[in-house]
């Protein structure tokens, strides 16, 4: 099977610090891949070079398209989004004009589609159609990351990137997302999440990576690498994790 994405040899830096130093990815279409590590170990780095927002060396081949030299637009355009740490969601807008904004280009094109997307994210996310005329800037940070995962699922991705959705949030709203997260396997989508917390990453994933110092330490089946004693002891405390509790 092709992979929807594949990395080659990817190189971050700033100035004189290497944050991605030469590493190789790839994941399969349909598929939730999770990358976990410690702060600072380059996994919001390497996915701002995935979507162009950071210059980088080496190859991104996403949908059999070397797409290293593509600008933002084109990217998001061929189905890529990036939903990032700081949300970035407009403050000053709606929850509405919010959603409306991230189905921008269909819209346009009067896609019937977007109607349909909109009445199932609202499905999900019911306070958010509580709170259709609020301004987003006035929520609470779980029903912010709430907003922004929708804004950006508006936009129908082929393949979503996440950078540390569950930073700052209460276990329970942390749960709820991700379970928003694998059942978009069921609507023809992949997802690449970057988060910290291993264990609901691992619980969430197919595959995973482990990101130490801007390389991959570890990597393998989510289920075998929340049996590996180095994860267990470093990231997940003293017990190993179980897939499908969530």
């Not at 780095?45 to 991104?60: D, F, K, R, Y």
């Not at 740490?85 to 819209?107: H, I, K, M, Q, T």
């Not at 691992?202 to 990576?209: A, H, I």
Request: net charge negative; with cysteine; aromatic share 6%.
């Amino acid at each position: 099977m092709t992979a929807l994405l594949k990395v080659e040899e990817l190189s971050v830096g700033y100035g004189k610090i290497e944050a991605v130093r030469s590493i190789r990815l790839a994941m399969e279409e349909g598929s939730v891949v999770s990358i976990v590590g410690p702060n600072g170990a380059g996994k919001s780095s390497l996915l701002n070079a995935l979507i162009g927002s950071v210059p980088s060396q080496g190859q991104v081949i996403y949908a059999g398209d070397q797409i290293s030299d593509w600008p933002i637009e084109d990217r998001v355009e061929s189905g890529l989004c990036l939903v990032p740490e700081r949300r970035e969601l407009f403050g000053d807008l709606s929850v509405s004009d919010n959603l409306d904004l991230g189905a921008f280009r269909y819209r346009r094109l009067k896609d019937p589609e977007t109607a349909r997307t909109r009445d199932w994210l609202l499905t999900v996310f019911p306070r958010l159609k509580e709170r259709l005329e609020q301004k987003a800037g006035t929520l609470s940070g779980g029903e912010q990351q709430m907003l922004a995962l929708s804004r950006a699922l508006m936009a129908r991705p082929r393949l979503l990137l996440l950078d540390e959705p569950s930073l700052g949030l209460a276990p329970m709203i942390v749960r709820e997302i991700f379970k928003v997260i694998v059942s978009l396997r069921d609507h023809a989508m992949s997802v690449l999440v970057v988060e910290q917390n291993a264990r609901i990453a691992l619980e969430s994933s197919d595959y995973c990576y482990v990101m130490e110092g801007g390389r991959f330490a570890l990597q393998g089946p989510a289920h075998q690498l929340a049996q590996d004693p180095q994860v267990v002891a470093t990231y997940l405390g003293t017990t190993t994790v179980k897939q499908g509790t969530l």
